[in-house]
């Protein structure tokens, strides 16, 4: 059966290939536009999800080849779409990865599929499950896979949870250096503060990300408190909003946050990145990739990053350094050996940890009125007064294709995470008067942790299944240079209008120091399973399961738990999925913070439930969706009395809308809505029952869109984000107002020579807002960041 030559505009006479694509009765030949795509130019491509069929008949389209096939041969295969640059070759090879299917070139710009042959040695392949190939402005940065924890690579549409990606060309654009500028478009994540002040944090639906297992490099954990890994290495970052026990391991439900590292490209890469800000900070950014030896069997990609400058702050300086290095050996085109190893080390000048609101200014956790806020570049801290921490970590996964449809995945990573914070605390009353305690102590943080996992597919009757069944096990351990409390020196009061240069008291600690108390050690051994069934092509039921047990050495109990998850998809049309879900997170108990009068105590573990309802839309030019969850946990809170207590139930419910795609082919649009009901119930103390949860906004608005000028290589950038009012206490007696930030930016593309040249120009927070930052469940503010300018060029050779 032969299907008429569509021209490039006829859209009849594809749609009458794509329906006769569907029949099973006869071979099918799609001739496609005569123009073909030469087998070694690249072309971009923007393939939504479907059946492996329609993606390959559209992607023989646009690439204008002949492809005949026999339609049963790809009965019940789908495929995740395609989006990126590919060679003709390129793009058939992923599109048919896993497929059991081999491509055969009859001649000329004819194609045909037959079944692979057990003898037929397929193209050497890295084998990556992390990475997917999307992500470009092209496709309006959207992804249309991720590695979900336990679920392994799955195609967003099919996942009943709320995940965001974040790709390598999202960050290169925004020219993004911070998990604070990575999520500033997502309504639901909020940044509490950011590594120009001290260190990141993120506020994920109202609640934090577990410090000991939120934070994951290439889905193992990554311990790093100050949550300042540096994204230059980073080819993608994926965020798991709310609970995933089950997926990731036990810890904290307040979301996990995936970075994967950049890995070695099929071709050679070489890259220089330079930027500059308004306030005199410089960096440089080298990034070099490739393959050598027989059938390119060696891979390497090499990143080296530097920074210096004065940050936004006045008269703060900041500095960074960090290396990466990764390396695949192909054993066998289908078993392939990756080891990595990253360091980063950074020292911000002038900053401090938080500033208190009290009544009457002295060193009192005593609840205040707030002062208004205060310019982002105004230094609020003594210059002398610094933050470092520093990074080491290294990995190897052992990735085996077994037969065509199984995988074996054996992982390993180890991190140190080293925190040196020499900065004040400042408490202060609504008219800026102050006192200021210097906190000088250092951490040292240590995570291993080893993974196997074997997933595949196999078919009973009727109903396919995608199983997947591991183990792992981990250690995390955290140490500090002087026991439970930290170290205070008093030094001095003012007023905040003109801010006091202390004296220092010239203690400083060394790394050596970081590790004199250990105090908290917490082993993790787990196994799970998990069973996707498919019930035809409309209808997937996923039962998972993890058991495990958390080992406190220092919390005087082991404990173990079963903590399942329960979900429902169900697609009535190929690009719409409505799902249901239930999963659980096991956390270990809380510990007392430094400022508590019980400072360091530690309480049992914890067990949170998360339900949430949601829809997911995924068309060629745009994907939306919605959810709406509901999260209850063990509550934690200090009292009147400073005591720390884990006692109650903090409930999160709420609604998260998000939509991002092209309005036309020039005008790219992405937005995203949340609002939040985060209260305490069943608590002990009267007065706190059905009160608002401290710090969390009721509602976040975010926009963002780009416009490419038409005929020219200009591209132009514009966002907005509103987050609602927040409270400080939990009866909202004190509430902080909403503020709204505008952003501009523009780009322009052009090349001399062999040299791929990109001019990127980005300013943040247009109107020079001043803003408070806060942290859920603490009374504390931190300055947001004032109007930066920051210029970027990009050398591709």
Same mark, same amino acid.
């Given at each position: 059966? @032969?299907?008429?030559?569509?021209?490039?505009?006829?859209?009849?006479?594809?749609?009458?290939?794509?329906?006769?694509?569907?029949?099973?009765?006869?071979?099918?030949?799609?001739?496609?536009?005569?123009?073909?795509?030469?087998?070694?130019?690249?072309?971009?491509?923007?393939?939504?999800?479907?059946?492996?069929?329609?993606?390959?008949?559209?992607?023989?389209?646009?690439?204008?080849? @002949?492809?005949?096939?026999?339609p049963r041969l790809l009965d !019940?295969?789908?495929?995740?779409?395609?989006?990126?640059?590919? %060679?003709?070759?390129?793009?058939?090879?992923?599109?048919?990865?896993?497929?059991?299917?081999?491509?055969?070139?009859?001649?000329?710009?004819?194609?045909?599929?037959?079944?692979?042959?057990?003898?037929?040695?397929?193209?050497?392949?890295?084998?990556?499950?992390?990475?997917?190939?999307?992500?470009?402005?092209?496709?309006?940065?959207?992804?249309?896979?991720?590695?979900?924890?336990?679920?392994? =690579?799955?195609? +967003?549409?099919?996942?009943?949870?709320?995940?965001?990606?974040?790709?390598?060309?999202?960050?290169?654009?925004?020219?993004?250096?911070?998990?604070?500028?990575?999520?500033?478009?997502?309504?639901?994540?909020?940044?509490?503060?950011?590594?120009?002040?001290?260190?990141?944090?993120?506020?994920?639906?109202?609640?934090?990300?577990?410090?000991?297992?939120?934070?994951?490099?290439?889905?193992?954990?990554?311990?790093?408190?100050?949550?300042?890994?540096?994204?230059?290495?980073?080819?993608?970052?994926? /965020?798991?909003?709310?609970?995933?026990?089950?997926?990731?391991?036990?810890?904290?439900?307040?979301? %996990?946050? =995936?970075?994967? +590292?950049?890995?070695?490209?099929?071709? +050679?890469?070489?890259?220089?990145?330079?930027?500059?800000?308004?306030?005199?900070?410089?960096?440089?950014?080298?990034? /070099?990739?490739?393959?050598?030896?027989?059938?390119?069997?060696?891979?390497?990609?090499?990143?080296?990053?530097?920074?210096?400058?004065?940050?936004?702050?006045?008269?703060?300086?900041?500095?960074?350094?960090?290396?990466?290095?990764?390396?695949?050996?192909?054993?066998?085109?289908?078993?392939?050996?990756?080891?990595?190893?990253?360091?980063?080390?950074?020292?911000?000048?002038?900053?401090?940890?938080?500033?208190?609101?009290?009544?009457?200014?002295?060193?009192?956790?005593?609840?205040?009125?707030?002062?208004?806020?205060?310019?982002?570049?105004?230094?609020?801290?003594?210059?002398?007064?610094?933050?470092?921490?520093?990074?080491?970590?290294?990995?190897?996964?052992?990735?085996?294709?077994?037969?065509?449809?199984w995988h074996l995945r054996l992982a390993y990573r180890y991190?140190?995470?080293?925190?040196?914070?020499?900065?004040? $605390?400042?408490?202060?009353?609504?008219?800026?008067?102050?006192?200021?305690?210097?906190?000088?102590?250092?951490?040292?943080?240590?995570?291993?942790?080893?993974?196997?996992?074997?997933?595949?597919?196999?078919?009973?009757?009727?109903?396919?299944?995608?199983?997947?069944?591991?183990?792992?096990?981990?250690?995390?351990?955290?140490?500090?240079?002087?026991?439970?409390?930290?170290?205070?020196?008093?030094?001095?009061? !003012?007023?905040?209008? =003109?801010?006091? #240069?202390?004296?220092?008291?010239?203690?400083?600690?060394?790394?050596?120091?970081?590790?004199?108390?250990?105090?908290?050690?917490?082993?993790?051994?787990?196994?799970?399973?998990? #069973?996707?069934?498919?019930?035809?092509?409309?209808?997937?039921?996923?039962?998972?399961?993890?058991?495990?047990?958390?080992?406190?050495?220092?919390?005087?109990?082991?404990?173990?738990?079963?903590?399942?998850?329960?979900?429902?998809?169900?697609?009535?049309?190929?690009? @719409?999925?409505?799902?249901?879900?239930?999963?659980?997170?096991?956390?270990?108990?809380?510990?007392?913070? #430094?400022?508590?009068?019980?400072?360091?105590?530690?309480?049992?573990?914890?067990?949170?439930?998360?339900?949430?309802?949601?829809?997911?839309?995924?068309?060629?030019?745009?994907?939306?969706?919605?959810?709406?969850?509901?999260?209850?946990?063990?509550?934690?809170?200090?009292?009147?009395?400073?005591?720390?207590?884990?006692? !109650?139930?903090?409930?999160?419910?709420?609604?998260?809308?998000?939509?991002? $795609?092209?309005?036309?082919?020039?005008?790219?649009?992405?937005?995203?809505?949340?609002?939040?009901?985060?209260?305490?119930?069943?608590?002990?103390?009267?007065?706190?029952?059905?009160?608002? /949860?401290?710090?969390?906004?009721?509602?976040?608005?975010?926009?963002?869109?780009?416009?490419?000028?038409?005929?020219?290589?200009?591209?132009?950038?514009?966002?907005?984000?509103?987050?609602?009012?927040?409270?400080?206490?939990?009866?909202?007696?004190?509430? +902080?107002?909403?503020?709204?930030?505008?952003?501009?930016?523009?780009?322009?593309?052009?090349?001399?020579?062999?040299? #791929?040249?990109?001019?990127?120009?980005?300013?943040?927070?247009?109107?020079?807002?001043?803003?408070?930052?806060?942290?859920?469940?603490?009374?504390?503010?931190?300055?947001?960041?004032?109007? @930066?300018?920051?210029? $970027?060029?990009?050398?591709?050779?």
């Amino acid at each position: 059966m @032969t299907a008429a030559t569509p021209r490039p505009s006829g859209r009849r006479a594809l749609a009458l290939a794509l329906a006769i694509n569907g029949l099973a009765t006869a071979p099918l030949l799609l001739t496609l536009p005569a123009q073909a795509q030469t087998a070694e130019a690249r072309q971009t491509h923007n393939l939504a999800a479907g059946r492996l069929s329609d993606v390959l008949a559209r992607y023989a389209a646009a690439s204008g080849v @002949t492809l005949s096939f026999e339609p049963r041969l790809l009965d !019940g295969l789908r495929s995740p779409g395609l989006q990126g640059s590919y %060679t003709l070759s390129e793009g058939f090879t992923t599109l048919l990865r896993g497929s059991n299917v081999e491509l055969v070139h009859e001649g000329g710009s004819s194609y045909s599929l037959r079944r692979q042959s057990a003898q037929t040695s397929l193209p050497a392949m890295t084998v990556s499950a992390e990475v997917d190939e999307g992500g470009s402005a092209a496709s309006a940065y959207r992804l249309s896979s991720a590695r979900v924890g336990a679920l392994g =690579n799955r195609r +967003l549409q099919d996942t009943p949870f709320s995940v965001s990606t974040y790709s390598r060309e999202y960050m290169d654009n925004l020219q993004i250096s911070s998990l604070a500028d990575l999520t500033r478009y997502d309504a639901a994540v909020a940044a509490s503060s950011d590594d120009q002040q001290s260190e990141n944090a993120l506020v994920i639906r109202g609640l934090s990300p577990d410090f000991d297992t939120g934070q994951k490099l290439d889905g193992l954990t990554l311990r790093s408190r100050a949550s300042d890994l540096p994204l230059e290495h980073i080819e993608r970052v994926d /965020i798991l909003k709310g609970a995933g026990a089950f997926l990731y391991g036990f810890g904290s439900p307040g979301g %996990t946050i =995936n970075y994967v +590292l950049k890995r070695p490209t099929e071709e +050679l890469t070489r890259t220089l990145t330079s930027q500059v800000t308004d306030n005199g900070q410089i960096l440089l950014h080298g990034d /070099i990739g490739g393959r050598f030896g027989d059938d390119k069997r060696f891979g390497y990609r090499i990143n080296l990053v530097g920074q210096d400058g004065e940050t936004y702050v006045s008269g703060n300086d900041s500095k960074r350094k960090s290396a990466s290095l990764a390396l695949d050996w192909r054993l066998t085109p289908a078993l392939t050996w990756q080891v990595d190893a990253l360091y980063a080390n950074r020292v911000s000048d002038g900053g401090y940890f938080r500033l208190l609101p009290n009544a009457d200014a002295s060193y009192s956790t005593a609840l205040g009125k707030p002062l208004d806020p205060i310019d982002g570049d105004k230094r609020l801290a003594p210059s002398w007064a610094f933050y470092e921490s520093s990074h080491r970590t290294w990995g190897s996964d052992l990735n085996w294709d077994i037969g065509d449809d199984w995988h074996l995945r054996l992982a390993y990573r180890y991190s140190d995470s080293f925190r040196n914070p020499y900065l004040p $605390g400042l408490f202060a009353d609504a008219d800026g008067n102050y006192s200021a305690v210097l906190y000088h102590y250092n951490n040292l943080f240590t995570s291993e942790g080893f993974e196997g996992q074997v997933s595949g597919h196999l078919d009973t009757g009727p109903i396919s299944h995608q199983v997947t069944v591991g183990g792992a096990s981990g250690r995390t351990t955290s140490s500090n240079s002087n026991g439970l409390v930290p170290s205070t020196t008093p030094l001095g009061s !003012g007023n905040l209008s =003109n801010p006091q #240069d202390f004296t220092d008291p010239g203690i400083r600690l060394s790394r050596g120091d970081a590790d004199y108390n250990e105090y908290l050690s917490i082993k993790r051994t787990e196994v799970f399973v998990s #069973d996707t069934l498919g019930f035809g092509e409309q209808l997937d039921l996923i039962l998972g399961v993890r058991h495990g047990t958390l080992d406190a050495k220092y919390g005087d109990y082991r404990e173990s738990a079963l903590t399942p998850s329960v979900a429902l998809v169900y697609r009535p049309v190929d690009w @719409t999925s409505f799902y249901v879900s239930y999963i659980e997170a096991f956390e270990q108990g809380a510990v007392a913070p #430094d400022t508590a009068v019980n400072a360091g105590e530690v309480f049992e573990p914890m067990t949170s439930e998360q339900h949430e309802i949601g829809v997911k839309m995924d068309r060629e030019r745009w994907s939306a969706s919605a959810a709406l969850f509901r999260l209850e946990r063990a509550l934690t809170y200090t009292d009147a009395s400073n005591v720390f207590s884990q006692d !109650g139930i903090a409930r999160y419910q709420g609604l998260e809308l998000n939509a991002r $795609g092209h309005l036309t082919p020039d005008v790219l649009i992405g937005a995203s809505a949340m609002w939040l009901d985060a209260e305490n119930r069943k608590t002990s103390d009267p007065a706190l029952e059905g009160q608002q /949860i401290v710090g969390t906004a009721d509602q976040q608005y975010r926009l963002y869109g780009e416009y490419q000028i038409p005929n020219t290589a200009w591209v132009l950038s514009a966002g907005a984000s509103h987050t609602g009012e927040r409270s400080l206490d939990e009866a909202r007696n004190i509430d +902080l107002d909403a503020f709204t930030l505008y952003d501009l930016g523009a780009r322009y593309a052009m090349q001399l020579g062999d040299t #791929d040249v990109e001019l990127k120009v980005n300013l943040d927070n247009l109107t020079d807002e001043a803003y408070w930052l806060t942290s859920t469940g603490y009374h504390s503010l931190s300055q947001g960041m004032p109007r @930066t300018l920051t210029l $970027g060029t990009s050398l591709s050779f």
